[in-house]
């Protein structure tokens, strides 16, 4: 595609250079002229129903007023913004939406950054002629748990609208009545639940759409905003933090082109009450007898020193484990790795989703690449293969990219997941395969693929899969694989991206190898991609948050590695591989004597490790609450969260961005995790050369060698991306042996999943969202529900060898049949079924409350 | 010392006591403060308080434009949503924290100007003295309560 040619207008007699298509309003910011807007937005589509934009331009009849968000320059127009008609067309204009506009400024959180006050202020009449009532609408009126809708304040200015239908795809408000009577609401009564919905808070430009969560706490002369990421998941959307005496009262959303464009989710702008949380830890808790007792830093410090260097001198330094965390930092990250390889000395070193998942080093190529379709051309992928990867509960903005990419750029979806996840609603192979037959099914599509032509790698045999194997194995229309390889094979670029519910367990490898082949034989093994979940998941590897890498991605006997370290660090390093995550803690209270935890929790993920923690000698734990995992442990560190330090994140796409202090609550004695690592470290008798965050920024840039350069300043406030060809990542064709069939045979097979409303403990600290959490429930497709006569809300017993769990059943046509979907981060713990096989099957039963059991014989009685 | 001078002195003396005398007959021009107080002008600017209207609801509505426009930073608010079925003030916000520090405040009436309910006022109470730091701060119960309500609404 060639670029259009520019185009030169006159605007207030001035001219201008812009390129063609560029709307008039849009080429007069270019000279500084402000046109007055309110429906027009720079990332919504131009609809000209509020008329505040009117401008005259030359035609042949004379200077006419258009709207100018809605024509385009053309050469040699001529426009005027500065005549007396414009002006008093602007007058009128406003005079006309304040009439019947409440005078609820002083109440109304948008005063003081309100569009309409300012061009009121600006443009306006100044006095109202207005000596009638004004018309009453709702106020206050909730159109989800988290938006409050004030119809009076509205001008139907349709931005909210737009963007649900634009970018959500999701049309869940519209206007209803019309004239003076027109209102927005809610479309069938029915509660708008885009997951990204809260973005029409951000450009609603008068108060008629507010947040509930942040309602009255905040007034925009009085907040400090501290540009930030967000701390949920892996895309690290750039927020703004607005703080107000030393609490946390708003997040609204920043732009950044390369990541979130400028929306962010309903989870990273509302769940945020947990940062300044009445339960925050704010002393250090020492067990003495039964009982948690708040002692001194030197004390509890003091302790663990103590401990830990009894229990190496004792059991040697690998019954010493070091549990990091994907929420944290990459400084908190690299030095807890550095205190237990320098000083414990052990490779005991692991994060949830780390070493137990067969994860690729490098992450997405870019976001942008998803990203570019809707915005120009040249586009970087025109398919993409999400195989056990569900964006919309897990990555919610890569969902928003996702859909505008097929929308606007024709971007193409093949989705492989046992869930029938929203995104497949835009048609495309859908290839709902059993939990356990994904080698298989891989096997299938590369089969596929080799017959389909293949690329320049397609030297290799196909793999002896059967159409029958698919069927009856997978559970998956031998025809949507053959379709599905033959547009991957089809296209020029697809991106393939898998995340940890595929790469988890024993069955990793093989799914990280099958997909490995098909990127190989469809020419796209540039652009494999392993999507981590939470915020810091990539920065936890790049750190070497691993029991088999050091930081850097490098091997254990990396010598060159070795020799950098050493020059860092001094001393030696161990040389055997750790244990993982889940292998610490299957062998705590055995061959693990101490664990030290720092911000993760993983009591609540398997009953039997909240059991093994407790046979522990020492389990240190440092946390922000006081979790399952911290009440059980022997030493409780307050830390601080990322709000609350500077810190540097590492998102899906291996963008480094800063995560400054916002804020700090004056009275806590909750100190940053450098600092606990370092007061330790120098109890144990070594002393690190640390003043702050920023010290160990620098180190990391010196340790790693693709973080060169990515010093705290030099970051900026968009972040930079580390080079993936540093970490060379080409794959090689290797066979994958398909499991014969799925090991047990249960009525149900057992799927779970990360969602994005957790109920978890950043969560259900937002009172607002509670309602809406999953927790505790189980997923069953309809007709399966029939058939065990179970009814919504009926309570199940969900059971299998390892375990029985109680859940509340719920309905949902998304779910296969056959299979069950229960959350991850549920309480019953999900966690007590599964064997880490990948391929966990279920009995279900239907549980009778007492009061059903009245019901019935009340019912039979009749 | 010569004659005349004793004589000016005399007559210098006699014209102070005169002054002395002739003031002997007025009424006294200081009070006795505590027993008696001067009169205060209606303008004067006391002690805050914060007003109620005739049904017993608070005037404030916890906007926090009095915080605003303080010159010295002397007013803290923070504000919360109205129970619709118990609400503390018309409409949907009230004030849930309203402090008034009296060391820093200077008394300009910046805060009466910028509040659009009229609901903070300065008063006529000006003893003020405390013992404590602390005690100068003061809550909104005490704002909402004054001992003798006494408020003048100024025209303006």
Redesign the interface.
């Known amino acids: 595609m060639t670029m259009p040619e520019p185009v030169t207008l006159t605007i207030d007699g001035r001219e201008v250079t812009v390129p063609a298509g560029t709307l008039v309003v849009d080429a007069a910011a270019a000279l500084n002229i402000e046109i007055p807007v309110f429906c027009s937005h720079p990332k919504l589509d131009p609809v000209a129903c509020c008329r505040m934009c009117l401008v005259e331009i030359e035609g042949p009849r004379g200077p006419m007023l258009q709207t100018a968000c809605s024509v385009p320059v053309a050469n040699g127009m001529v426009v005027r913004t500065d005549t007396d008609q414009v002006k008093a067309t602007q007058e009128a204009n406003l005079a006309f939406l304040l009439l019947n506009h409440p005078l609820?400024c002083?109440?109304c959180d948008k005063?003081g950054e309100c569009p309409l006050q300012d061009q009121t202020m600006r443009f306006g009449p100044g006095i109202s002629q207005l000596v009638e009532p004004k018309r009453r609408k709702k106020?206050?009126y909730l159109i989800s748990d988290t938006i409050v809708l004030d119809q009076e304040r509205c001008v139907i200015c349709w931005r909210c609208i737009r963007y649900l239908q634009e970018w959500e795809d999701k049309p869940q408000l519209a206007l209803f009545e019309r004239g003076g009577e027109t209102i927005i609401d809610v479309q069938d009564g029915k509660p708008v639940d885009a997951k990204t919905g809260g973005n029409i808070i951000d450009i609603c430009p008068v108060g008629a759409l507010t947040n509930r969560v942040a309602?009255?706490?905040f007034?925009p002369?009085?907040i400090e905003r501290t540009p930030s990421i967000c701390n949920h998941c892996s895309i690290g959307c750039n927020l703004r933090l607005d703080t107000r005496t030393h609490t946390l009262r708003r997040v609204v959303g920043r732009e950044n082109m390369q990541v979130n464009d400028q929306w962010i989710c309903d989870k990273g702008r509302f769940a945020n009450a947990w940062v300044s949380s009445e339960d925050r830890l704010t002393m250090p808790l020492l067990r003495k007898g039964e009982q948690l007792v708040p002692v001194s830093w030197q004390e509890a410090l003091q302790y663990v020193a103590d401990r830990l260097r009894s229990i190496k001198r004792q059991h040697g330094p690998d019954a010493v484990g070091g549990i990091g965390s994907a929420k944290l930092s990459n400084e908190s990250n690299y030095l807890l790795q550095r205190f237990m390889r320098q000083i414990v000395g052990t490779n005991n070193i692991d994060h949830r989703d780390g070493g137990d998942v067969a994860a690729l080093p490098t992450g997405l190529p870019a976001l942008a690449d998803i990203m570019k379709p809707q915005y120009g051309p040249n586009p970087q992928v025109d398919t993409v293969l999400l195989f056990g990867i569900d964006p919309s509960e897990e990555l919610p903005i890569l969902d928003l990219h996702l859909k505008r990419a097929v929308r606007r750029g024709g971007v193409k979806l093949v989705i492989a997941h046992p869930r029938k996840v929203e995104l497949t609603r835009y048609g495309g192979p859908y290839l709902g395969y059993r939990p356990g037959s994904e080698a298989t099914l891989l096997n299938g599509l590369v089969k596929a693929a080799l017959a389909a032509g293949g690329k320049d790698n397609a030297k290799q045999p196909a793999p002896k899969v059967t159409d029958e194997d698919l069927a009856q194995i997978c559970g998956v229309d031998p025809a949507d694989v053959k379709a599905a390889a033959e547009l991957i094979a089809g296209s020029e670029r697809t991106l393939i991206l898998y995340g940890p519910m595929a790469a988890r367990g024993a069955h990793g490898p093989a799914i990280r190898d099958g997909l490995g082949n098909l990127a190989l034989v469809t020419g796209n093994a540039q652009r494999l991609a392993y999507a981590g979940l939470d915020a810091n998941s990539q920065g936890c590897r790049d750190m070497g948050i691993l029991p088999d890498r050091l930081p850097g991605h490098a091997a254990l006997d990396d010598q060159e590695a070795k020799q950098r370290l050493h020059r860092l660090w001094g001393g030696d390093l161990p040389d055997a591989p750790g244990k993982t995550y889940s292998q610490m803690l299957d062998a705590s209270g055995d061959d693990i004597k101490a664990l030290f935890i720092m911000g993760a929790n993983p009591a609540t993920e398997r009953s039997a490790w909240a059991e093994n923690l407790g046979k522990l000698d020492l389990l240190v734990v440092q946390e922000l609450f006081l979790t399952e995992t911290a009440a059980q442990a022997d030493v409780v560190l307050p830390a601080l969260s990322w709000a609350e330090a500077d810190g540097t994140f590492t998102n899906l796409e291996r963008r480094v961005q800063r995560a400054p202090r916002a804020l700090r609550d004056p009275d806590t004695k909750a100190a940053p995790d450098w600092m606990i690592l370092d007061h330790l470290a120098n109890r144990l008798g070594v002393n690190w050369p640390y003043a702050d965050e920023r010290g160990i920024t620098n180190e990391i840039a010196q340790a790693i060698p693709f973080y060169a350069g990515l010093t705290w300043s030099a970051l900026g406030d968009q972040g930079i991306q580390w080079d993936a060809s540093a970490v060379p990542q080409q794959p090689d064709y290797r066979p994958v042996a398909q499991p014969a069939r799925p090991g047990e045979r249960r009525a149900f097979a057992l799927v779970t999943g990360t969602a994005l409303y957790d109920g978890g403990g950043m969560f259900y600290r937002t009172e607002q969202m509670r309602n809406m959490a999953y927790n505790g429930i189980a997923l069953l497709n309809p007709d399966d529900a029939a058939a065990l006569a179970v009814s919504d809300g009926a309570t199940l017993t969900v059971r299998n060898d390892r375990g029985e769990l109680a859940l509340t059943a719920r309905l949902n046509d998304t779910v296969q049949p056959g299979t069950v979907w229960i959350p991850e981060s549920g309480n019953p713990p999900v966690g007590d079924l599964l064997d880490g096989s990948g391929a966990e099957a279920v009995d279900i039963a239907r549980q009778e409350t007492a009061q059903e059991t009245v019901q019935e014989a009340v019912s039979q009685g009749e | 010392m010569a004659l005349t001078d004793i004589l000016k002195d005399a007559v210098e003396l006699g014209k102070a006591m005169g002054v002395t005398l002739r003031h002997l007959r007025e009424r006294p021009v200081t009070v006795e403060y505590p027993r008696d107080s001067v009169p205060l002008y209606p303008r004067f600017r006391g002690r805050h308080e914060l007003r109620r209207y005739e049904n017993g609801m608070e005037r404030c509505i916890g906007c926090m434009l009095c915080e605003a426009a303080c010159p010295t930073g002397a007013i803290y608010v923070e504000a919360d949503e109205n129970d619709p079925h118990n609400p503390l003030s018309p409409g949907e916000r009230h004030a849930k924290v309203y402090e008034v520090n009296l060391l820093r405040c200077i008394f300009c009436g910046d805060c009466e100007e910028a509040c659009p309910t009229e609901a903070i006022v300065l008063g006529h109470e000006f003893a003020l003295a405390d013992y404590e730091r602390r005690d100068f701060i003061l809550t909104k119960e005490e704002l909402l309560n004054p001992t003798e309500p006494n408020v003048i609404i100024r025209p303006e």
């Open positions: 609820d002083p109440i005063g106020k206050h309602r009255f706490a007034r002369w009085e």
